[in-house]
Every structure is written in structure tokens, then in C-alpha cells.
């Protein structure tokens, strides 16, 4: 089956920096790669997802990128914000069978 | 309301003894999903359901879990005969679409 390595396990960045978390996936069939935001006391919440026929995908501060032959995507968060610091999980899929296998988790921690 | 409920937020169990979870999915999502995570450890798929059938369940990590849907809505799990290694905090989560997960904040199990 599946399996998601995430790395770091741990990232400290100073506010205004940017932040890179990596994940790699072994299955070449999956091709939804969602990322999702946990924080503290909360369910982990959709921020952003590639599908495997695009290689990279920007929403505001927040991109990714994915590189099928590589088999790894990319989280990269830009100009980082306190309210960044969170939990981020990566996973992967197969449209047809949608069940989402996620990674171990990055936490973000951001300082002022 | 609109997202995902879950409950009890928090459980506190004997050792030996049954719980049961409940979630409330997202109106008109079809799909739902259980997930459980252990202190700093990713997201362990368990079940998954669409409408009130269970199309894969190969994370259940024994015969002592099983889950339930009924009226393609509401969503039982239980643990029979509880142990310390299900301490864990189990997630609910709904869907419209392939991949696009929308969480609970998930019951903390604590089995003393």
C-alpha cells in the first residue's frame, strides 16, 4: 500500500522567513496530494491540494509543487506569519479509491 | 451546525471496558471517514464509509474496533474490551468530493 514520509519533523523559522516542509509517497498510481493545517485542540483542515497533472499550485503565501517522476512534494509557505505555527500533515490518494494516507506531521513553529 | 460533531469530546475509560464514538457528518456528504492519532504521531486511517456501506476497513487494528453508518448520515465507532494502547484521539471526517476531507476535532480517548 501507500506510504508518506514527511520531513522535518520540526521546523522553527523566524516571522517573515519562509518555510519548506518535503513529503515523498511510494505508490505512482496516487495523484491528489491535499496538505492539511492541524492546530492545537482542533481536526486538521484542508489548506491547499495538487492533482498529478499539475506541477506546481499557488494560493497567496501558500504553494506546492509535486514532482511525479521523483515521486515528492512540497510544501512552501512565504513572508511566515505567527498564526502559521500549526501542525501540517501531507497525504496522498487515488481518485478511485479516496481513502487519504497522510504523513507523520511537520510543527511549524513561527516566531515574532 | 456546519461542520463536523463529534462526541464525547473527551472519554475517559477502564481498561477491559466498551466505548462508542459518534460523528455527525457535514449534511449531504456521502463519504466519511475514521482516522486515529496518537500523541505526536500522524493519521491512521481506520474506516471508511460510503453512504452506509464500508468499502474499505483494512485499518481497523483488530476485531475489537468496529463502526457503523445508518441513514447515510450518523457514524458509530466502538472499542470493545478497551486497552491503554487506544489511547488516542480519533477523528471523524466528511466529504463531498474525492480527497477533500472536512474534520471534527475528534474524541480524546483515555483508557486507564
Known amino acids: 500500500g501507500e506510504n508518506v514520509e514527511q520531513h522535518p519533523s520540526t521546523l522553527s523559522v523566524q516571522e517573515g522567513d519562509s518555510a519548506v516542509i518535503k513529503c515523498t509517497y511510494s505508490d505512482s498510481a496516487s495523484n491528489y496530494f491535499p496538505w492539511y493545517k492541524q492546530e492545537l485542540g482542533k481536526g486538521p483542515q484542508l489548506i491547499i491540494d495538487?492533482?498529478?497533472?499539475?506541477g506546481e499550485k499557488k494560493d497567496q503565501r501558500i504553494a506546492v509543487t509535486l514532482n511525479k517522476t521523483a515521486k515528492h512534494f512540497s510544501l512552501h509557505i512565504t513572508e511566515t506569519q505567527p498564526e502559521d505555527s500549526a501542525v501540517y500533515f501531507c497525504?496522498?490518494?487515488?481518485?478511485?479509491?479516496?481513502?487519504?494516507?497522510f504523513g507523520t506531521g511537520t510543527r511549524l513553529q513561527v516566531f515574532p | 451546525g456546519a461542520g463536523v460533531s463529534q462526541s464525547p469530546s473527551n472519554k475517559v475509560t477502564e481498561k477491559g471496558k466498551d466505548v462508542e464514538l459518534r460523528c455527525d457528518p457535514i449534511?449531504?456528504?456521502?463519504?466519511l471517514y475514521w482516522y486515529r492519532q496518537s500523541l505526536g504521531q500522524g493519521l491512521e486511517f481506520l474506516i471508511y464509509f460510503q453512504g452506509n456501506s464500508a468499502p474499505d476497513k483494512s485499518g481497523l487494528p483488530s476485531d475489537r474496533f468496529s463502526a457503523e453508518r445508518t441513514g447515510g448520515s450518523v457514524s458509530t465507532l466502538t472499542i470493545q474490551r478497551t486497552q491503554q494502547e487506544d489511547s488516542a484521539v480519533y477523528l471523524c471526517a466528511s466529504s463531498a468530493k474525492p480527497g477533500k476531507l472536512f474534520f471534527g476535532s475528534g474524541t480524546q480517548l483515555s483508557v486507564l
Open positions: 495538487i492533482r498529478s497533472n499539475v
Open positions: 449534511s449531504g456528504h456521502t463519504a
Open positions: 497525504a496522498a490518494s487515488k481518485s478511485n479509491t479516496d481513502k487519504l494516507i
